[in-house]
DNA sequence: CGGCTGATGATCT
DNA sequence: GATCATCAGCCGG
């Protein structure tokens, strides 16, 4: 499978388009053992001004690199347990970013099956956490410029993606009405609840 | 399948 | 010391 590297000029400058513009797109993880990679069929879009986003508050060591340019990483950890991958948005200063809450998975489904201890495919990156978890997505990868090959990266495929649902965003309750949420419409690999789903 | 709850640690006040 | 952009496991239907 051909994965051709994404560049910035590739990514809309607004975020909610790159949200939109996320799903069916790849997200590559090279590692010593081999490859991993999975087709994003699940995003929430958080913006400038946006009392749920965590550069609400203004830029701190944590969210620094949601401030970056768009196209690099936003990683972080979310109830002491789950790491969560973002994509920034926006130009240098900006604090939005793109939340990447599930992947369909293409490549190294026996690694990511050994690092979630299940071989259940439409449960191995289905919800942020568990993408997390399956691709390796570790607290040192926070501020990597996805833009560029390394250990993490985006990618496309000859595989244009489906009809985009839209939806409120889960698990937040500020600004919890706004259909921020994106996902492919009749993936298997998309998480949340049906309602959200239709 | 849907609803509930405890776990767990980085971060900021 | 409070607050989480979550999940697995357990329960009842």
Redesign the pocket.
């Known amino acids: 499978m051909r994965i051709t590297k994404l560049t910035r000029a590739d990514l809309p400058a607004d975020t909610t388009e790159l949200a939109r513009f996320l799903i069916g797109r790849i997200v590559v993880r090279d590692l010593p053992e081999g490859r991993i990679s999975g087709r994003i069929v699940e995003t ?1 879009a ?1 913006l400038h001004g946006d009392a ?4 609400f ?2 830029e ?4 620094r690199s ?1 401030f970056l340019e768009r196209g690099h990483a ?1 990683v ?7 790491r ?1 991958l ?1 994509v920034a948005g926006g130009a240098h200063g900006i604090g939005t ?3 990447i ?1 599930a992947v369909e998975p293409l490549d190294g489904i026996a690694l990511m099956q050994a690092r ?1 201890g ?1 071989s259940k495919l439409t ?1 191995l990156a ?6 997390a ?1 399956a691709m390796e997505i570790t ?1 040192g990868l926070d501020g990597t410029d996805l833009t560029v090959k390394g250990p993490l990266w985006l990618g496309r495929i000859d595989r244009p993606a489906g009809e985009i649902g839209t939806s409120i ?6 600004e919890a009405e706004r259909p921020l949420r994106f996902y492919e419409r009749g993936s298997r690999f998309v ?1 949340g ?3 959200l789903n239709v």
């Open positions: 929430e958080y749920a986003a965590h550069s508050g203004g701190t060591p944590r969210n949601l936003y972080y950890v979310a109830y002491g347990i789950h969560m973002n970013g793109v939340l809450r979630r299940m449960d289905r919800g942020p956490g568990r993408l978890m607290l965003r889960i698990g937040i309750t500020k998480s609840r049906k309602l």
